[in-house]
């Protein structure tokens, strides 16, 4: 059972998504990862080990975006390795999943992605068919693809051109958004 935040504001992202991540621990899980946007590109960081790996990491205290998303990952689908860990960047889409999408290997056929894979979650190929369906209006991407996945997915996705927006969709699995 992940976690996922994501923060949109005049902050710095990274130790409020760190800070959200930790509360979250509780639900368990095996790695970790968060991305932020900053100039038009999405730097990401991800470990196999504790929030607090990433809280001491050199890597995330330098993300200075203060859009961002984050992941606690309890896997399902591919081994607890850095390379599975959320978020999973897709040219301009990057993403974080909790859930299973169930139909992951025959996207993956009937798409023909396996090329473009670069980890073995269900959730990577999310990201490719996302950025396969970005043609510049993520609402219309994000319709189109969900359509397609079977299973269950709470999705925080950020595209690299769209620098004011986090979108968020779910099936079954719980979101709260929140402003403050
Ligand atoms: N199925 C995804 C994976 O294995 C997400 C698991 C989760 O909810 O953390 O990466």
Do not use: C, F, L
């Given at each position: 059972m992940c976690g996922i935040v994501g923060y949109i504001g005049s902050k710095k992202a990274e130790p409020i998504l760190i800070d959200g991540l930790l509360r979250l621990e509780?639900?368990?899980?095996?790695s970790v990862g968060i991305a932020t946007l900053e100039n038009n590109k999405i730097n990401l960081v991800k470990s196999k080990g504790r929030v607090n790996s990433l809280a001491e990491n050199e890597e995330a205290q330098k993300l200075i975006g203060t859009l961002g998303i984050g992941h606690t990952r309890w896997a399902t689908?591919?081994?607890?390795y850095k390379k599975n860990a959320h978020p999973h960047q897709c040219g301009n889409v990057t993403l974080v999943h909790n859930g299973i999408v169930e139909n992951y290997r025959e996207l993956i056929e009937d798409y023909n992605l396996q090329s473009v894979l670069?980890?073995?979650?269900?959730t990577e190929v999310v990201a490719a068919l996302m950025d396969m369906y970005y043609k510049g209006d993520a609402e219309e991407a994000i319709q189109r693809v969900v359509r397609k996945l079977k299973g269950t997915f709470a999705l925080v996705m950020m595209f690299e051109?769209?620098?004011?927006v986090i979108y968020a969709i779910r099936n079954v699995s719980p979101i709260v958004v929140a402003k403050c």
């Open positions: 509780y639900r368990g899980y095996d689908h591919g081994g607890v670069q980890s073995e979650t269900d051109d769209k620098p004011g």
